[in-house]
């Protein structure tokens, strides 16, 4: 019963990965990732990575992966509203650099998904929609290169088609555009932005 318990969770996990890689794109940066991150892409779609120790003593992989989609499906049991699952999971491997260490790695429809997902404050929305849910407030001060803006209204006009990241999550975030402007104590990335340091919410704002 325990090896046919096993077998269907490994089925699950393989027909929901396919699913999911199948309308997600091509992009698998994530299987490089060894510490836990995530990315956002243009369409606010969220992948997010989590990395633990592997305590191979209490779980096998099959088991893990298991876990990891009775998870997601009591989540989207909770939180779906439309046809589509809300959150999937991607994959649950062992890190190829340390086989102690297990990395599982999840997709959600859109950011708001993965911060209810994660406990944490996630949205990626334009300008004019962060002001009008009130995830941002005029007189917020941002800050470039060059020195710094308020978002008066003359500014939240100017950029309200521009794209807007607000969160508590701390860690590495992969954007899918350059960052126009940010609040302070963001470290600015290649291609996102690192916010291990960030004490309060995180505002950004992208140049698209």
């Given amino acids: 019963m325990k090896k046919f318990g096993k077998w269907i969770?490994?089925?699950i996990a393989i027909l929901t990965m396919a699913l999911v890689l199948v309308g997600c794109g091509k992009d698998e940066g994530w299987k490089k990732w060894t510490t836990e991150q995530l990315a956002i892409d243009k369409n606010g779609?969220?992948?997010y990575c989590v990395v633990d120790?592997?305590?191979?003593?209490?779980y096998d992989l099959d088991e893990l992966t298991g876990m990891a989609v009775k998870e997601v499906a009591s989540f989207n049991g909770e939180n779906k509203e439309g046809e589509n699952a809300p959150a999937t999971v991607l994959e649950v491997a062992r890190l190829e650099e340390d086989e102690?260490?297990?990395r599982v790695t999840y997709q959600f429809d859109k950011g708001s998904t993965c911060g209810s997902f994660l406990d944490t404050k996630l949205y990626y929305e334009t300008v004019e929609e962060t002001f009008e849910q009130k995830h941002?407030?005029?007189g917020t001060v941002l800050y470039d290169k060059g020195g710094s803006i308020t978002l008066d209204e003359p500014n939240k006009v100017k950029l309200r088609t521009k794209h807007v990241l607000v969160t508590d999550f701390k860690g590495v975030m992969h954007l899918p555009e350059d960052v126009m402007?940010?609040?302070n104590?963001?470290?600015l990335l290649?291609?996102?932005i690192d916010t291990t340091g960030c004490e309060d919410t995180v505002i950004v704002i992208l140049k698209k």
């Fill in 136 to 138: 941002v407030f005029t």
């Fill in 181 to 183: 402007y940010y609040t």
């Fill in 9 to 11: 969770a490994r089925l």
């Fill in 185 to 187: 104590g963001v470290k």
């Fill in 190 to 192: 290649s291609d996102g």
């Fill in 45 to 47: 779609q969220v992948i």
């Fill in 100 to 102: 102690n260490a297990v």
């Fill in 53 to 58: 120790s592997f305590e191979k003593n209490f």
